[in-house]
């Protein structure tokens, strides 16, 4: 584990100005959120391939399929709680029914936007977004991870959406790791039982792995970034090897990792699989860690989990 | 406009309402309508004023048409068939299983289909992205994007209407189709009397009010567009226009023909019958 550099948020805004560079059909756009969703660098350093289409996500969503049509590759970035949110429909329509190839790099997903509140905390984004069909639906955890996935993400001729994290996160992926459609990534092998995670709790089940190690409990920890499609090959060696699955994230335990799992493993090879997800609520204004204490999203609920399979 | 040319297209107007009608009755679903108040629309972009061909269809210079009111698939598949994009004869697939021609019209399913649309609101925006793209590639085409007046309570549309006005996209001409009428009842019933000329002026935009259903009016609109200042074409028209007992009236949005009305109607659109 190293400590992080930087937010995901924060490579994200890196990351897309070095692609930019050097592929001018990238074209940008941030719905009056440059600042929050880290594209001033790339609006100051490639003006002729950004647009603030102002504070109209809808029309931003609908601008992209109609570039990604002629050729561009754009990517548009908001809150996860305006894109899928707000511009559900849009995006349904416009870019996935169009089978058109753009990037949604959405920010500030879960309880971890902290004080900003209920009405910012996406905790249904990955719900909402995976069930349109075509849409390669990606949440990165730390920023190794991010830099890959957005690399990857416009390589990819096909819709896709990337779920980023506001705040640091532990470092933990590999940057030898070859990022793959629909792959996921042991971080951590182990025989007893098996941790899944995406985004900002793959920290959190590396810390429960390594008190369980303590207890002489061997728990295999996965990130699993891909949630469509899905590693399915990763998760059947888990339900088979393993006693059970924990799974974990900042988003709502209804259509999140935790239902992808479940839905996955019913038909390929049931197991007793448990959520560290938020429960069916809105979130409230408090410092992320407050939140995650508070809503459950901790080291000592992933255990306590772990000890009901 | 010469008295041939003009003829010429009423007669296609004419064969689009046959083929929508006949379509319609045959499978029993389908919006005539706002296929018929934007009839003559529909034929003169694509017999007079797009660059668009089966030769061309994904050529990067040709022109674009996006129909983001999607519901008069009827009347836009019709004019396509027209224009040989795909066999007349398929008409008869529209709607039913396995078939290409869609209740709302899907992606190039059909060559030279740009968009699926169908949920109201989304086309225009669709639009100014492909002008976007085309300028920043060098790229000659226009974008045309036909509207519903219904259509624009969404507030996509005046998203949209902001940003082409305020980046000044002379590439994009957006039409408004303006039969009065949406799905429920009158369109001033629902939303007042709005006054589009006024309200699109106020926006920045070269607008040009017409009568839909007369080609010289459409000509004379399309025609001598500025640079760097928007047009945005306002048409006149009549929901049901070319039939008699459909004209104007609110359920002829989406109703179906019983047989009585389908001879009147195939009479009056044979015979050629003008009404107000």
Not at chain 2, 47 to 68: A, C, G, T, W
Not at chain 2, 134 to 145: D, E, F
Not at chain 2, 184 to 200: C, H, P, Q, R, Y
């Amino acid at each position: 584990m190293r400590k992080a550099t930087m937010a995901p948020r924060d490579m994200y805004g890196k990351t897309i100005v070095e692609l930019g560079k050097k592929n001018e059909k990238i074209f940008a756009m941030s719905a009056d959120l440059a600042a929050a969703t880290k594209l001033t660098e790339f609006s100051e350093t490639l003006p002729g391939q950004y647009l603030n289409p102002g504070i109209a996500e809808q029309n931003m969503v609908g601008i992209a399929a109609g570039l990604a049509r002629t050729g561009m590759i754009p990517f548009i970035s908001t809150f996860c709680c305006f894109a899928p949110g707000r511009t559900y429909d849009q995006i349904r329509q416009s870019i996935c029914y169009n089978h058109l190839n753009v990037k949604i790099v959405s920010t500030h997903p879960g309880l971890a936007i902290g004080m900003d509140g209920a009405v910012h905390q996406a905790l249904e984004d990955i719900a909402l977004i995976r069930t349109i069909p075509e849409i390669v639906v990606v949440a990165p955890s730390d920023e190794v991870a991010t830099k890959k996935a957005i690399e990857w993400a416009a390589d990819y001729d096909g819709a896709v959406y990337v779920r980023v994290g506001r705040k640091e996160c532990d470092i933990h992926f590999q940057e030898d790791w070859e990022w793959e459609l629909g792959k996921s990534y042991t971080l951590k092998d182990g025989n007893d039982v098996t941790l899944i995670a995406h985004g900002s709790m793959v920290p959190y089940m590396m810390k429960a792995a390594e008190e369980l190690e303590q207890e002489g409990i061997s728990a295999r920890v996965i990130d699993m970034p891909f949630i469509k499609p899905m590693d399915t090959e990763a998760l059947v060696k888990a339900a088979k090897e393993t006693k059970g699955i924990v799974v974990a994230e900042d988003h709502s335990i209804y259509g999140g990792l935790y239902s992808a799992v479940s839905e996955q493993l019913s038909m390929l090879a049931p197991c007793k699989i448990l959520p560290v997800a938020v429960q069916d609520t809105f979130g409230e204004s408090a410092k992320p860690d407050e939140l995650y204490e508070k809503y459950g999203l901790s080291v000592a609920n992933i255990l306590k989990q772990v000890k009901s399979l | 406009m010469t008295e041939n040319k003009n003829q010429n297209l009423k007669e296609l107007a004419n064969d689009l309402r046959v083929l929508s009608v006949e379509t319609q009755n045959l499978i029993g679903s389908g919006h005539l309508g706002g296929s018929y108040s934007a009839a003559e629309l529909f034929v003169y972009l694509y017999h007079e004023e797009m660059n668009i061909s089966q030769e061309n269809v994904k050529d990067p210079n040709r022109d674009y048409f996006i129909l983001s009111k999607g519901h008069a698939s009827l009347g836009y598949y019709s004019v396509l068939a027209q224009k040989g994009f795909f066999p007349r004869e398929e008409m008869k697939t529209y709607r039913q299983l396995n078939s290409r021609l869609q209740g709302h019209t899907e992606i190039d399913t059909v060559p030279g289909i740009e968009s699926s649309t169908g949920s109201l609101g989304q086309g225009f925006s669709y639009a100014i992205g492909l002008a976007m793209g085309l300028k920043k590639q060098n790229l000659s085409g226009t974008v045309y994007v036909m509207l519903g007046d219904g259509e624009c309570q969404e507030g996509q549309i005046w998203e949209a209407i902001m940003l082409q006005s305020h980046l000044k996209l002379d590439n994009l001409v957006p039409i408004l189709d303006n039969n009065r009428i949406q799905l429920d009842n009158f369109t001033e019933a629902v939303m007042g009397d709005v006054k589009w000329n006024s309200i699109l002026s106020s926006f920045g935009y070269d607008v040009r009010e017409f009568d839909g259903h007369d080609f010289e009016a459409i000509e004379g609109a399309f025609a001598n567009r500025p640079a760097d200042q928007p047009v945005f074409l306002l048409a006149n028209t009549v929901k049901g226009k070319g039939v008699s007992f459909m004209e104007d009236v609110v359920a002829w949005h989406s109703k179906k023909c019983d047989a009585t009305e389908f001879v009147q109607a195939m009479e009056e659109l044979k015979g050629g019958v003008q009404h107000a």
